[in-house]
């Protein structure tokens, strides 16, 4: 069965951190890829950063590198985005999400369509 779970969203104000969980079923977890993508109301799905299945490339979107980190616990079958720095516009809707696809490079994995499965997501206010 998939099932992905997300938290850790919440209130912080501008410049703090908050940290993002990813509870993932066995079977998810040994994905080709995985995820974070955040939207906000009325807006397409943006994505955030991924990591491959084997723990050991990363992606990032622009607007976070240097202050988000991906990370896999294998042990825990969980995957983290560890927010630093935060700005108000990192605000939104945070979703993690599985590809079962494991033919696709760097770009093709920043692609929503690349995802076949996700969380129901978790909210992520900035205050400034």
């Not at 491959?52 to 995957?79: C, E, H, L």
């Not at 720095?85 to 369509?113: H, I, M, N, Q, V």
Request: glycine fraction near 10%; include cysteine.
């Amino acid at each position: 069965q998939v099932q992905l779970v997300d938290t850790g969203g919440g209130l912080a104000q501008a410049g703090c951190p908050l940290r993002l969980s990813c509870a993932a079923s066995v079977r998810t977890f040994s994905s080709p890829a995985m995820a974070w993508f955040r939207q906000a109301p009325g807006k397409e799905r943006e994505f955030v950063s991924a990591i491959m299945g084997s723990g050991g490339s990363t992606y990032y979107v622009d607007s976070v590198k240097g202050r988000f980190t991906i990370s896999r616990d294998t042990a825990k079958n969980t995957m983290y985005l560890q927010m630093n720095s935060l700005k108000p516009e990192d605000t939104d809707d945070y979703y993690c999400e599985a590809s079962s696809r494991s033919s696709g490079g760097a770009d093709f994995y920043t692609k929503p369509d690349a995802y076949d499965y996700w969380g129901q997501g978790t909210q992520v206010t900035v205050s400034s």
